[in-house]
């Protein structure tokens, strides 16, 4: 869990804070990792590393080769270069009470991130909305606004991505 929440935090949030640099799509060398964090204290092993992108639970990492990247979630400038997808009629999204007059006003906004992130069943998007208190799980007439022309992407963790979600193809529970 530690080593999974320090590659999340440098390799979607802040690459320069240990002197990574990430590639236009937020790619970097698994060896140019691993001497980054070791220079900055956090010393991760090469079987550490696999081990943990192969056991996470949400498959936040992808290695391709020699290369490593986390598979959405990013705060800094990349471009996941993941082609257009056709959704699934309904998408599901996970957040709290709290947070409903303005999702009611607004849709859904991706905020500090480049997407809004939606779960592909109800049970994920549950465990998402609970990281910040009782969840509240809408759901998202995917078919609808991809048949008005919004596009959709879905990561290498089946995390689908949008850039925005309008309030009209929301529904709210009861």
Same mark, same amino acid.
């Not at 979607?12 to 590639?23: A, C, M, T």
């Not at 809004?116 to 609808?144: I, M, N, Q, W, Y």
């Given at each position: ?8 935090? /440098?390799?979607?949030?802040? !690459? #320069? %804070? ?10 970097? #060398?698994?060896? @140019?990792?691993?001497? &980054? *964090? ?6 991760? *092993? %090469?079987?550490?590393? $696999? ?21 959405? +979630? /990013? *705060? =800094?400038?990349?471009?996941? $270069?993941? !082609? ?12 709290? &009470? @709290?947070?409903?007059?303005?999702? %009611?006003?607004?849709?859904?906004? !991706?905020?500090?991130?480049?997407? =809004?992130?939606?779960? !592909? $069943?109800?049970?994920?998007? *549950? %465990? ?17 606004? /991809?048949?008005?022309? /919004? ?6 963790? +089946?995390?689908?991505? @949008? ?10 529970? +009861?």
């Amino acid at each position: 869990m530690k080593v999974s929440k320090y590659l999340s935090k /440098h390799l979607r949030h802040q !690459p #320069e %804070r240990i002197g990574l640099v990430l590639d236009a799509h937020g790619w970097t #060398e698994i060896e @140019a990792l691993l001497r &980054a *964090t070791a220079r900055n204290g956090f010393v991760i *092993t %090469r079987e550490e590393l $696999d081990h943990v992108v192969a056991t996470n639970d949400k498959k936040r990492f992808a290695i391709e080769g020699t290369r490593i990247r986390a598979s959405q +979630g /990013h *705060t =800094v400038a990349v471009d996941l $270069d993941l !082609p257009p997808a056709e959704p699934p009629a309904y998408l599901y999204h996970g957040t709290v &009470a @709290a947070l409903l007059p303005a999702i %009611r006003a607004e849709g859904l906004r !991706p905020m500090a991130r480049h997407h =809004v992130h939606l779960s !592909p $069943d109800r049970e994920t998007a *549950t %465990r998402v909305g609970a990281r910040r208190g009782r969840p509240v799980v809408l759901s998202v007439d995917a078919g609808a606004m /991809h048949r008005a022309g /919004h596009v959709f992407r879905v990561s290498a963790n +089946g995390v689908w991505l @949008a850039d925005l979600v309008p309030p009209e193809f929301l529904r709210f529970p +009861g």
